[in-house]
């Protein structure tokens, strides 16, 4: 079991900035994971947002979001960060952490292991 706990979330107006933080508990001694975030919108579906590979730190990120979020992770605290900047009303969901026992690219939430909770980010015009 992985337990996953996000924080960091918030208000804040366009051109803003956010920190996420996600820090995973649990059967998580390994290099051979990733974690991720994801977003969703009312109405929406749940969306990737970026992913870390644990053991390289190689990440990848979606079109909408390349150049203004950072994601990056500390190994020693099994904790990811998604670094959040030039915040659009469009980025406005709650943002989920994702773990998977695989030290792989995917951008698909079945893909994923185990989740957070949510963290609500609104980005106000």
């Known amino acids: 079991q992985v337990q996953l706990v996000e924080s960091g979330g918030g208000a804040v107006q366009a051109g803003g900035s956010l920190r996420l933080s996600c820090a995973a508990s649990?059967?998580?001694?390994?290099?051979?994971?990733?974690m991720g975030w994801f977003r969703q919108a009312p109405g929406k579906e749940r969306e990737f947002v970026a992913v870390?590979?644990?053991?390289?730190?190689?990440?990848y990120y979606d079109d909408s979001v390349k150049g203004r979020f950072t994601i990056s992770r500390d190994y020693a605290k099994n904790t990811v960060f998604l670094q959040m900047t030039s915040l659009k009303p469009e980025d406005t969901a709650v943002y989920y952490c994702?773990?998977?026992?695989?030290?792989?690219?995917?951008?698909?939430?079945?893909?994923?292991?185990?989740w957070g909770q949510g963290t609500q980010v609104t980005v106000s015009s």
């Open positions: 870390i590979m644990w053991s390289d730190r190689e990440a």
């Open positions: 994702a773990f998977r026992f695989l030290n792989a690219f995917s951008n698909h939430t079945g893909s994923y292991n185990y």
């Open positions: 649990g059967r998580t001694v390994s290099s051979s994971y990733s």
